[in-house]
């Protein structure tokens, strides 16, 4: 008697049908942008380390046109990425009640970004007043 083969289903583009793996998949590909910039700094740090020069070097090279460019998309992936996490914040924290209701989804999304653009100003306010 022969033997039948086991049925293996293609995981070619198994995301692409569906909106909600799109979005999966998209919020799944900023992460390359966060760790891209996670090296850049890290080269900067490197750069730090081995003098005024080489530090200098650097900073020279975040001023070219591939660099700010670069940074731009980093920005946009950035955005993208901050607004989809706390889109699903709602979805995996537990729920959350104030005064006997259920925070809506909509109220921890937006008080999420809320609290990234107010911590993000802070660090800028900081780096500013540093800077100066």
């Keep these: 008697m022969a033997r039948r083969?086991?049925?293996?289903?293609s995981m070619d583009g198994w995301w692409k049908p569906?909106?909600?793996?799109r979005k999966y998949m998209a919020r799944e590909l900023t992460a390359f942008f966060v760790a891209l910039y996670a090296l850049l700094l890290l080269a900067g740090l490197v750069a730090l380390g081995r003098g005024p020069e080489s530090?200098?070097?650097?900073?020279?090279?975040?001023?070219?046109?591939?660099?700010?460019?670069?940074?731009?998309v980093l920005l946009l992936a950035f955005l993208y990425h901050t607004w989809s996490w706390f889109q699903i914040m709602p979805?995996?924290?537990?729920?959350?009640?104030?005064?006997?209701?259920?925070?809506?989804?909509?109220?921890?999304?937006?008080?999420?970004?809320?609290?990234?653009?107010g911590a993000s100003m802070l660090v800028l306010a900081?780096?500013?007043?540093?800077a100066r």
Excluded: C, D
């Design 91 to 117: 979805k995996t924290m537990p729920p959350v009640v104030v005064a006997g209701q259920r925070l809506a989804a909509r109220t921890i999304t937006t008080l999420g970004v809320a609290a990234a653009v």
């Design 5 to 9: 083969q086991p049925y293996v289903r």
């Design 55 to 72: 530090y200098a070097a650097w900073l020279e090279t975040l001023r070219s046109g591939w660099s700010i460019a670069l940074h731009v």
């Design 126 to 130: 900081i780096a500013w007043g540093l």
């Design 18 to 21: 569906n909106p909600f793996f």
